[in-house]
């Protein structure tokens, strides 16, 4: 019993310290005249371009289910043997943070909306997609892919609007509609 009230104490202690430093950070950055940054965030008009209804990432995702289902003659989730799904969405390889691989059509497999979420929520199961992306379709593939989402990318509202037109100009040549 005493070990864990020892532990406790010590664990009160250390925040205490470590509250203190904090003060004195906060503190000497105001005598220098130091002010936080505000976190930039995206304009609401790059947003909405973006993920709107309408916006490029819903139409370039639909385009790619359309295509992988062209190609592959089945909407069968991509972990099929895992989870037995049907594929409802355009799962990431490497993150789409990673501008520059965001829109590449290789960085993208159709997983149902189960493992779509698993990917990011529950550890070990991005492991198992890159292993079994790697066994489809080749290491050298995947090693392309984090190179490539290590460049610096730039977008503008016009590429944007470029891509999400490119995407809209294929469904249309298919003749399908959008949602």
């Keep these: 019993m005493s070990l864990s009230i020892k532990n406790f104490d010590a664990l009160i202690e250390s925040q205490k310290k470590a509250a203190i430093r904090k003060a004195k950070r906060e503190e000497k ?22 993920n709107g209804a309408n916006g490029t990432w819903p139409t370039f995702a639909k385009n790619f289910r359309d295509k992988w289902r062209d190609k592959y003659g089945s909407s069968l989730c991509f972990l099929n043997d895992i989870c037995g799904g049907l594929g409802t969405d355009a799962g990431h390889i490497i993150s789409r943070r990673k501008r520059a691989t965001k829109y590449d059509e290789r960085n993208l497999v159709l997983l149902c909306r189960n493992c779509n979420w698993s990917d990011s929520n529950q550890d070990g199961y991005h492991d198992v997609l890159v292993a079994r992306f790697c066994l489809v ?9 984090v190179w490539k989402s290590r460049e610096l990318c730039q977008q503008d509202k016009m590429d944007m609007f470029h891509i999400g037109a490119i995407a809209e100009d294929e469904i249309r040549v298919r003749g399908l509609t959008l949602l």
Aim: avoid cysteine.
């Design 29 to 50: 950055a105001a005598l220098l005249g130091h002010k936080k940054k505000a976190k930039k965030r995206k304009s609401k008009s790059r947003r909405i371009i973006e």
């Design 137 to 145: 379709f080749g290491f050298d593939l995947y090693d392309e892919l």
